[in-house]
Each structure stands twice: as C-alpha cells, then as structure tokens.
T-cell receptor
Framework: GAGVSQTPSNKVTEKGKYVELRCDPI?????LYWYRQSLGQGPEFLIY????????DSGLPNDRFFAVRPEGSVSTLKIQRTERGDSAVYLC?????????????FGPGTRLTVL | KQEVTQIPAALSVPEGENLVLNCSFT??????LQWFRQDPGKGLTSLLL?????REQTSGRLNASLDKSSGRSTLYIAASQPGDSATYLC???????????FGSGTQLTVLP
C-alpha cells in the first residue's frame, strides 16, 4: 500500500477484555512506532521497533501493554485486561532510515473505546 | 526530557490572512523538527521536516523555520483558506530518543 494502514479503525470493548491492534507500515520502512493520543492532546510515545526488535519500550504505561513485530513488517499492539483509561486513539508510524531520525509517516489510527 | 509547547491552543482568522503558528521546545539538542496537520477524527499528515542543520523548509504556501538557540520553530501559512482549518502539531527528536515528542497542537479555523 501507499501509506501506513491500521486495523480496525474503531474498536469498542468491555472493561477487562483483551484487544489487538494491527499496523501495516510503508513497505521497506525499517522503523515502526506506536503512539497514543488522548482528546485534545498530542500523541504520546509508546514503543519503537527497529526491524523485529523493540528498541525502546519506555513509553508503555504498564505490563498490560505489549507489542510485537515478528517479521520486521506488520506490528500488533496487544492490551490485556483493558481499563476505561485505555480509551484513546492509537497511532502507528513508520520511517525509512535505520537511525529512526528521519521523517515519520502516520496511519489513520485505531479509536479504542473501553466501556 | 524534551518538552514541546504550542501557543495558542486555538486560533481563528479570516480567509486570506497570513498567519504564524508557534512551537517552542526545551532541549536545543534536537535532531529534527516535524510539522503535522490533523483533521478531526483522522491521523497525522506530515507537512514539513526541518533537519537540525537547516534553518527553514518550504512547501507551497507553507514555510517552517527553526531556531535551535532560542528553542523555537514557526509555521507560516500564506493566504490562508478555509481548507487549511485543522489542528497543527509540531514534534521533535532530541537526545538519544528515536521517538517524536509532540506539542498539544494549535487548532486553526479559517473563516470564509
């Protein structure tokens, strides 16, 4: 595809349930990022992958959050025992250069609502 | 830790006006600064990227400048149009961090 894609676009779940959010980066991009955006705020960093490995997961709020990128392309963000405070838009971005400092391109996001 | 601030939080201007959006950051050791546009309910669209060695970048009616010594960046929009209405976010890389640190954005409304 031409850009970063994310599925689903919307996810409604009940408190305590498990959810998976998927990100397909731009083909050939080595770096992949997950961010979370609350209403009226800028995105906040969650985790960064360089290839298959998580190079920096310092933004994950707690151990209920986990992300994988097994083949260095598609990534899945997994949230266990969801809480109402997890409700937000989850954004994925990718970039080309291995340093990760180059321009980041964002997907449309997944809006997660925890009831 | 890098902190990015955008003031004002909201701005309303009549169509045709030239305008400037401000972004300030606390850590002057940035690697680059990126400006984004976000339409309601949508993801982020990259507008301009300024590398730390550059002073400005231009794309069409947009011009972004970077002054590392003062910790400031500005986004200049010429001849604003109603279609420019959106939230504009700035973000920087700094230190050893690969991730972007974002401001809270400026919500721009251009009135016809």
């Amino acid at each position: 595809g031409a850009g970063v894609s994310q599925t689903p676009s919307n996810k409604v779940t009940e408190k305590g349930k498990y959810v998976e959010l998927r990100c397909d980066p731009i083909s050939g991009h080595t770096a992949l990022y997950w961010y979370r955006q609350s209403l009226g705020q800028g995105p906040e960093f969650l985790i960064y992958f360089q290839g298959t490995g998580a190079a920096d997961d310092s933004g994950l709020p707690n151990d209920r959050f986990f992300a994988v990128r097994p083949e260095g392309s598609v990534s899945t963000l997994k949230i266990q025992r969801t809480e109402r405070g997890d409700s937000a838009v989850y954004l994925c971005a990718s970039s080309y250069y291995p340093t990760g400092y180059n321009e980041q391109f964002f997907g449309p996001g997944t809006r997660l609502t925890v009831l | 830790k890098q902190e990015v601030t955008q003031i004002p939080a909201a701005l309303s201007v009549p169509e045709g006006e030239n305008l400037v959006l401000n972004c300030s950051f606390t850590d002057s050791a940035i690697y680059n600064l990126q400006w984004f546009r976000q339409d309601p309910g949508k993801g982020l669209t990259s507008l301009l990227l300024i590398q730390s060695s550059q002073r400005e970048q231009t794309s069409g009616r947009l011009n972004a400048s970077l002054d590392k010594s003062s910790g400031r960046s500005t986004l200049y929009i010429a001849a604003s149009q109603p279609g420019d209405s959106a939230t504009y976010l700035c973000a920087s890389h700094s230190g050893s961090a690969r991730q972007l640190t974002f401001g809270s954005g400026t919500q721009l409304t251009v009135l016809p």
